[in-house]
């Protein structure tokens, strides 16, 4: 099972390396003179601004590295995800990180390859009374013959694209780490989410006794740099697909997952 191996320290450790990495970085590179306006939600792994005030997580990492090589600053803020979204729309802020989808596409560009596949797991109660279906569950299929409730999180596109869909009854949270106490409570069946993520807010929550992660994986979200059509930054996406392949080619993605990921 993938969980977090890290807790405040470890990202405060993250964070002091990533310092000195992008400090040696950026000494030979001349940068543009608009920086990216970034717009995330706060959500350990991917990225986090810590209580020393600085950026940390993997798609930080991942993206501004990237940037970086291409002469591009950048600047990152946090908002609730909805606004993320609204933000990047309008205009007001020129990327985000996400899941292209064909109404995302039609204000924002993107790269043609993913820079990370988040692998989807079925999560549920420990006492459900259909835990051995549940861990039998093959397909999408599956979780509407056994009328299964979903919890996820408002603004999920993947949930809306995949289980809404197709007629799946979804119950959803503002927050996603109250996503975890509405399971635990018996308010829904089943999460389907991302165990590096999961398990850090489960335990947080107090309820890592009542809910287990089966051996379920139904799919893997494909996360992309987005940027509103009328930034001049989105010319560049081609050329941020190629930092990313060289990035991957030298070790580099590899060696910032291993910082955040443990096998326990």
């Known amino acids: 099972m993938w969980r977090i191996m890290f807790g405040r320290a470890g990202r405060r450790l993250a964070g002091w390396c990533l310092a000195a990495a992008l400090l040696a970085a950026l000494a030979p590179v001349s940068f543009a003179a608009e920086p990216l306006r970034v717009a995330y939600p706060d959500y350990w792994p991917f990225f986090t601004r810590s209580e020393e ?42 990327a985000m990180i996400t899941v292209p989808t064909a109404e995302r596409l039609v204000y924002a560009a993107t790269h043609k390859n993913p820079f990370y596949l988040k692998r989807l797991k079925v999560f549920t109660t420990a006492d ?40 799946i009854k979804t119950y959803e949270s503002p927050l996603l780490k109250n996503v975890w106490l509405m399971l635990a409570n018996h308010r829904g069946d089943i999460v389907i989410e991302w165990p590096m993520a999961a398990w850090p807010l489960i335990e947080e929550g107090g309820v890592g006794n009542r809910i287990v992660e089966t051996d379920v994986s139904l799919d893997a979200m494909p996360f992309h740099l987005l940027i509103n059509r009328d930034c001049p930054h989105a010319a560049r996406l081609p050329e941020f697909d190629e930092a990313i392949k060289e990035m991957k080619a030298e070790g580099r993605l590899d060696a910032i997952l291993s910082k955040y990921e443990g096998n326990q």
């Open 128 to 167: 459900h009374p259909k835990l051995a279906e549940i861990r039998d569950i093959r397909s999408i299929d599956d979780i509407f013959r056994l009328g299964l409730v979903v919890l996820t999180y408002h603004g999920n596109g993947w949930n809306d694209k995949c289980i809404r869909s197709r007629g």
């Open 53 to 94: 005030g600085y950026m940390t997580g993997f798609f930080y990492e991942i993206v501004s590295e990237a940037l970086v090589r291409l002469g591009i600053g950048s600047t990152w803020r946090a908002y609730p995800w909805s606004r993320c979204q609204a933000l990047v729309r309008s205009g007001d802020v020129d």
